[in-house]
């Protein structure tokens, strides 16, 4: 676990069109397996990958609220498909359109969960910057805790709303 | 050795190296015994096969890793993966080859999965992702796609089928039900119709029948008043007679004053010739008497005619008046004459158009018999071979009310001699008939099997085709009898 948290920079890397990034965690969201694909682009070695909770990705630019509807959604044993800017180990950041989903083991207990996370199209990433930079913004305003998440997920809500779709059509939509 | 596995065999292989080794160095010491070069290298070559051996047991356990993961993919578990990979270990290259073939695998279960799942749900919007699946996995995941998009589509006519169904359901059912008011309505107006038909006959017969009557009356009553007409024309002549009388004994009255003036002239010249004169005078005495008497007699038949011509005037009279009253009732009665005359004509009508309402009500009444026939042999489907629809569907084309009407009832009475009514024996049967095929292909497989469903709505159809046509002749049939 890498204690020092990277520094973020303005550097962007980009997924290749023809693959994907797989990971494998377990309950808690530690790291279990990565791909070469999620080696090389973020810049960990598998070994400091693997026991690794998931968050080591975490760009400070996302809004709390995503990972909350995320993990709400998995712990419901249903997949999720989000947007997410995450953060390399050198500090640059790559966009993702992430597909999650829990990994159920023979009895049909989930037993960890899956992610292949693939190359977003551009106008999505656009979209997505917009739409989190003011859930951010009211997370800040609402100054954290569950104010913040309330203040976020309304906002969301609304975007949804306007459009007069649920989250997941919208999400595979854009 | 070729039943051995690969291990087995490597430690063979090493086992005979190493005795082969043993043998050699044995030998060296024995030709040059032992120097130091020899004691260096022989350790060095130790070494080195305790490291290759080590190298090989390496490759061996990552091959039983790479093994395993493969026999639980095989095995239908694709979760599994290698990890903690070394790098530039000899298997380092398969390692992370298998583990993309099954992150590609699994992926793409997982994709044909959510998206047959959602599309189950109708959510079309959630399509398998073909970004980062390579070859044939993306090719497939394309197919996927495809043919979620058509089963979405099937599964929106589905559930339009199923609604449809519904809805039909629900109104095959209400239909049955409404006809069936129609039906109890139509078999009370037709006994109605046909109280009101048999009145109107009566009615229409009695007025014929009456007329006759009346018109022997109106000629009686004409003669009487010819009867009086002439009476009163001959009491005129007697009235006219009884004057030209009058005159007659003013004539006689008359002669006999003037013969008796004579006679008295005849007597006092008789009395002047005197004795020779006697013989006359008493001649003249005598006619004077006459004259006397004549006129007396004249006078009293004066007075009888005088009283007669006051009867004939009075006669004259009433005649004059009864032949107003007859003239008057003889207009009356002509008129009245005229009236029964029209009434019994529009009884006649009448009883035409309640015939002919007749006949139309009870051809509505075995139009709804067969629409309410139809619909059970429909009903059928849905409510199985032994519901009550069902056994209503079996009465065949001799049982139903048509056919009773047609083959023994009134139908034959009524309509047997006209054209239209040949017309209607054929199609009424291919109705019944054809209802009954289509419920003869109900057996166990009809739900699954599209052709027999073809030939069930083929026979349905047939029925439906032969119902227009007794439609059409039960029309032709009413028109023909009464005109259009
Ligand atoms: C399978 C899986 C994959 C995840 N992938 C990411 C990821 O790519 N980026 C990320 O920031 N968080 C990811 N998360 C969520 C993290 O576990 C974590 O919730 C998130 O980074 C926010 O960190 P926090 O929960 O410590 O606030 C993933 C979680 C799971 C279970």
């Not at chain 2, 070729?2 to 065999?9: A, F, H, P, Y």
């Not at chain 2, 086992?15 to 070069?37: E, P, Q």
């Not at chain 2, 796609?145 to 089963?151: G, H, T």
């Amino acid at each position: 676990m890498s204690a020092v948290r990277p520094t973020p920079t303005q550097q962007e890397k980009v997924l290749n069109d023809e693959d994907f990034i797989v990971s494998k965690t377990d309950l808690r969201g530690i790291i279990t397996y990565g791909n070469r694909v999620f080696i090389g682009i973020s810049g960990y070695e598998e070994s400091e990958l693997l026991g690794a909770p998931h968050n080591i990705l975490r760009h400070p630019d996302m809004p709390r609220v995503v990972f909350k509807l995320l993990w709400d959604t998995i712990q419901a044993g249903r997949e999720i498909n989000a947007y997410v800017k995450n953060l390399a180990k050198d500090g640059s950041f790559y966009w993702v359109f992430a597909n999650i989903t829990p990994a159920f083991d023979e009895r049909g207990a989930v037993s960890g969960y899956y992610s292949v996370r693939r190359k977003p199209k551009a106008a999505a990433i656009e979209t997505f910057t917009g739409i989190y930079r003011a859930m951010l913004e009211a997370e800040r305003r609402a100054g954290g805790g569950q104010a913040a998440m309330k203040a976020s997920q309304a906002l969301l809500e609304q975007t949804l709303q306007e459009k007069g779709v649920s989250y997941d059509e919208f999400v595979l939509g854009v | 050795m070729t039943n051995l596995s690969l291990g087995s065999r490597i430690h063979l292989l090493a086992g005979v190296a190493f005795l082969l080794y043993v043998a050699f160095a044995f030998l060296g010491f024995r030709a040059a015994g032992a120097n130091g070069w020899m004691i260096t290298l022989m350790t060095l070559s130790v070494v080195v096969f305790i490291l290759m051996l080590y190298t090989l047991h390496r490759i061996q356990v990552a091959l039983a890793r790479i093994t395993a993961r493969m026999e639980e993919a095989a095995g239908g578990n694709l979760a599994g993966r290698i990890t903690g990979i070394r790098k530039g270990a000899a298997t380092e290259a398969a390692a992370w080859a298998l583990n993309d073939l099954l992150d590609q695998v699994e992926a793409y279960f997982r994709e044909t999965n959510a998206a047959f799942e959602h599309a189950q749900k109708g959510l079309t919007f959630r399509k398998a992702m073909t970004s980062g699946l390579h070859g044939a996995f993306r090719q497939s995941l394309e197919r996927v796609n495809v043919s979620v998009e058509a089963m979405a589509d099937s599964q929106r006519l589905v559930q339009k089928e199923r609604l449809l169904a519904r809805v039909g359901e629900l109104s095959a059912v209400n239909l049955v039900k409404d006809l069936k008011t129609i039906q109890d309505f139509l078999v009370a107006q037709n006994q109605d119709m046909r109280v009101v038909a048999n009145l109107s006959r009566e009615t229409a017969e009695e007025a014929e029948a009456s007329t006759a009557g009346i018109q022997a009356i109106v000629a009686d009553l004409n003669r009487v008043i010819d009867l009086i007409d002439s009476t009163h024309g001959q009491i005129t002549q007697i009235h006219e007679k009884s004057s030209e009388i009058q005159q007659i004994i003013q004539v006689i009255t008359e002669v006999a004053d003037k013969t008796n003036l004579l006679a008295l002239n005849a007597a006092i010249e008789a009395a002047h010739a005197g004795e020779a004169g006697k013989g006359f005078a008493v001649v003249a005495e005598e006619v004077r008497t006459l004259s006397e008497n004549t006129k007396d007699a004249a006078a009293s038949i004066a007075a009888s005619i005088g009283s007669f011509g006051l009867a004939t005037t009075r006669m004259m009279n009433d005649a004059g008046h009864m032949k107003e009253i007859a003239d008057t009732s003889r207009s009356a009665i002509t008129e009245f004459a005229g009236q029964f005359q029209r009434f019994s004509e529009s009884a006649r009508t009448s009883l035409a158009q309640v015939t002919r309402a007749q006949d139309k009500g009870f051809t509505s009444l075995v139009k709804v018999d067969h629409f309410v026939f139809k619909q059970n042999g429909y009903r059928t489907l849905q409510a199985g071979l032994d519901s009550a629809e069902a056994k209503a569907a079996r009465t065949d084309h001799h049982q139903c009310r048509l056919g009773l009407w047609y083959e023994q009832g009134e139908g034959k009475k009524a309509f047997g001699q006209l054209a239209c009514y040949d017309r209607l024996a054929l199609p009424h049967a291919r109705v019944h008939g054809n209802v009954h095929a289509a419920m003869g292909l109900l057996n166990e497989r009809w739900e699954s099997d599209p052709a027999l469903q073809e030939d069930v709505v083929a026979a349905f159809q047939a029925a439906e085709q032969a119902s227009d046509e007794v439609m059409d002749a039960l029309d032709c049939m009413v028109t023909e009898r009464h005109g259009g």
